[in-house]
């Protein structure tokens, strides 16, 4: 019996080592419909593509949560190079931060800037099968738009999920009147339109240590910290460790939260991280401890949302146009589309008898600019409509669809018609 089982074995593995070895040597290709698997953990099929973070069922406060997480991880672990070296420099009231790009460089994390909504702005620029940015340009304006600062990527993972968050993307301005909440049982005056009236370690003070270090033990994934004093944000990412002495007393050196962070800094500040034999250089850390000693010696206060905090459920995206059955350009031209979630994007495709689709007209959204993502747009702002009369698109027999990609990621088709 022991013969005839050794005998079985090696016929079993002479077949596996046979198929081993012709697998490793068959070519593989992908059909030019496959999809392909970005780093950063979700699937893309082409230039157009951006992650849908909206739920088909109601969700859990703990899967909005996750989810917000998850958007905020995106921004900060999408690969991508440039072809050739990028010198970018960024100024403004509080600094001026230089960043240097090598070529054939792998990068994760969007570039450094103040005024983007995050992740679908640097996506239209994005080249899948090569993994580079394909920068359009060498101008600051662009520049700004590519990227995301501390706040711009933490709003954008909030954004994603929950529509009760508004106002400008800046550390200072998560206050109650832009939608957040404190964690824990400390307060400030709500009347208060930004931290930077009463700074942080002050507010800190006036409740003191004890109901703040009660603040940072509840905190869970996807709240966020803040503060003025050295002008920061970032999202927590999982339960915190808290530690207590011999007397009973929680250890401030050992208890620490764990968030993820978008930075900035003097030089490129670039995180190094070994991963697959590669060195990849990280604009933010997608891990980093804050113990609670740290949290308070820098002001920081602990903040949710209402969705987060239970006060208010989720709503589902919707997108709509003001005027109905729009069916020619000029009707679009005096139409403007709204969305109850911050707009990222908004296309105008013209599409030809064979099913080509041309995207001839974009707008991509900013919030430090505007003092705040806008929720609605006037189509008349779109400079394609305006010279649309006499292009080569101005033809009989084109499709025209205009496409609206809110912050949740969905996309809208709102209007298509037929040109006569």
Same mark, same amino acid.
């Given at each position: 019996?022991?013969?005839?089982?050794?005998?079985?074995?090696?016929?079993?593995?002479?077949?596996?080592?046979?198929?081993?070895?012709?697998? &490793? $040597? *068959?070519?593989?290709?992908? +059909?030019?419909?496959?999809? !392909?698997?970005?780093?950063?953990?979700? %699937?893309? #099929?082409?230039?157009?593509?951006?992650?849908?973070?909206?739920?088909?069922?109601?969700?859990?406060?703990?899967?909005?949560?996750?989810?917000?997480?998850?958007?905020?991880?995106?921004?900060?672990?999408?690969?991508?190079?440039?072809?050739?070296?990028?010198?970018?420099?960024?100024?403004?009231?509080?600094?001026?931060?230089?960043?240097?790009?090598?070529?054939?460089?792998?990068?994760?994390?969007?570039?450094?800037?103040?005024?983007?909504?995050?992740?679908?702005?640097?996506?239209?620029?994005?080249?899948?099968?090569?993994?580079?940015?394909?920068?359009?340009?060498?101008?600051?304006?662009?520049?700004?738009?590519?990227?995301?600062?501390?706040?711009?990527?933490?709003?954008?993972?909030?954004?994603?999920?929950?529509? &009760? $968050? *508004?106002?400008?993307?800046? +550390?200072?301005?998560?206050? !109650?009147?832009?939608?957040?909440?404190? %964690?824990? #049982?400390?307060?400030?005056?709500?009347?208060?339109?930004?931290?930077?009236?009463?700074?942080?370690?002050?507010?800190?003070?006036?409740?003191?240590?004890?109901?703040?270090?009660?603040?940072?033990?509840?905190?869970?994934?996807?709240?966020?910290?803040?503060?003025?004093?050295?002008?920061?944000?970032?999202?927590?990412?999982?339960?915190?460790?808290?530690?207590?002495?011999?007397?009973?007393?929680?250890?401030?050196?050992?208890?620490?939260?764990?968030?993820?962070?978008?930075?900035?800094?003097?030089?490129?500040?670039?995180?190094?991280?070994?991963?697959?034999?590669?060195?990849?250089?990280?604009?933010?850390?997608?891990?980093?401890?804050?113990?609670?000693?740290?949290?308070?010696?820098?002001?920081?206060?602990?903040?949710?949302?209402?969705?987060?905090?239970?006060?208010?459920?989720?709503?589902?995206?919707?997108?709509?146009?003001?005027?109905? #059955?729009?069916?020619?350009?000029?009707?679009?031209?005096?139409?403007?589309?709204?969305?109850?979630?911050?707009?990222?994007?908004?296309?105008?495709?013209?599409?030809?008898?064979?099913?080509?689709?041309?995207?001839?007209?974009?707008?991509?959204?900013?919030?430090?600019?505007?003092?705040?993502?806008?929720?609605?747009?006037?189509?008349?702002?779109?400079?394609?409509?305006?010279?649309?009369?006499?292009?080569?698109?101005?033809?009989?027999?084109?499709?025209?669809?205009?496409?609206?990609?809110?912050?949740?990621?969905?996309?809208?088709?709102?209007?298509?018609?037929?040109?006569?």
């Amino acid at each position: 019996m022991s013969k005839r089982m050794l005998i079985l074995f090696l016929c079993a593995w002479v077949v596996f080592c046979t198929a081993c070895a012709t697998e &490793s $040597v *068959t070519p593989q290709t992908l +059909p030019p419909e496959a999809t !392909y698997q970005d780093p950063s953990g979700y %699937v893309v #099929n082409g230039v157009m593509e951006y992650p849908d973070y909206s739920f088909s069922n109601p969700p859990s406060t703990m899967e909005l949560r996750l989810r917000a997480v998850a958007a905020f991880k995106d921004v900060l672990s999408v690969r991508w190079s440039v072809p050739g070296d990028l010198i970018y420099n960024k100024t403004g009231s509080l600094s001026e931060k230089t960043f240097h790009y090598d070529a054939d460089t792998t990068y994760a994390g969007l570039f450094y800037s103040s005024a983007s909504t995050g992740l679908f702005q640097f996506l239209e620029y994005y080249d899948y099968e090569t993994g580079r940015i394909c920068y359009p340009g060498d101008t600051e304006e662009l520049k700004e738009t590519l990227g995301a600062s501390c706040a711009d990527a933490m709003l954008w993972g909030l954004t994603t999920v929950c529509n &009760s $968050v *508004t106002g400008p993307y800046y +550390p200072a301005c998560m206050v !109650y009147k832009n939608g957040y909440l404190p %964690v824990g #049982n400390y307060t400030y005056d709500y009347d208060i339109e930004s931290f930077n009236f009463l700074p942080t370690p002050q507010i800190i003070k006036n409740n003191g240590n004890a109901v703040m270090v009660d603040a940072y033990g509840k905190v869970k994934p996807g709240d966020m910290i803040t503060s003025t004093t050295v002008n920061h944000a970032a999202m927590v990412i999982s339960y915190p460790v808290v530690k207590y002495k011999g007397d009973g007393s929680i250890d401030l050196q050992k208890s620490y939260i764990t968030v993820q962070d978008q930075r900035g800094g003097v030089g490129a500040e670039f995180f190094e991280r070994t991963e697959g034999g590669e060195t990849i250089r990280y604009s933010g850390c997608v891990s980093v401890d804050y113990t609670f000693s740290n949290l308070l010696k820098k002001g920081f206060l602990p903040v949710t949302t209402a969705e987060f905090a239970g006060k208010k459920p989720y709503e589902p995206c919707t997108v709509s146009i003001d005027k109905k #059955n729009c069916k020619t350009i000029d009707q679009l031209r005096s139409a403007s589309v709204s969305s109850n979630y911050p707009l990222a994007v908004v296309n105008l495709i013209a599409a030809d008898q064979f099913g080509n689709q041309t995207v001839i007209g974009r707008q991509l959204f900013n919030g430090a600019n505007r003092g705040g993502v806008p929720r609605e747009f006037a189509l008349s702002e779109l400079e394609c409509l305006t010279n649309f009369a006499g292009s080569q698109y101005d033809t009989p027999g084109y499709i025209i669809k205009l496409e609206v990609v809110p912050s949740t990621g969905q996309r809208f088709i709102v209007a298509e018609f037929s040109l006569e």
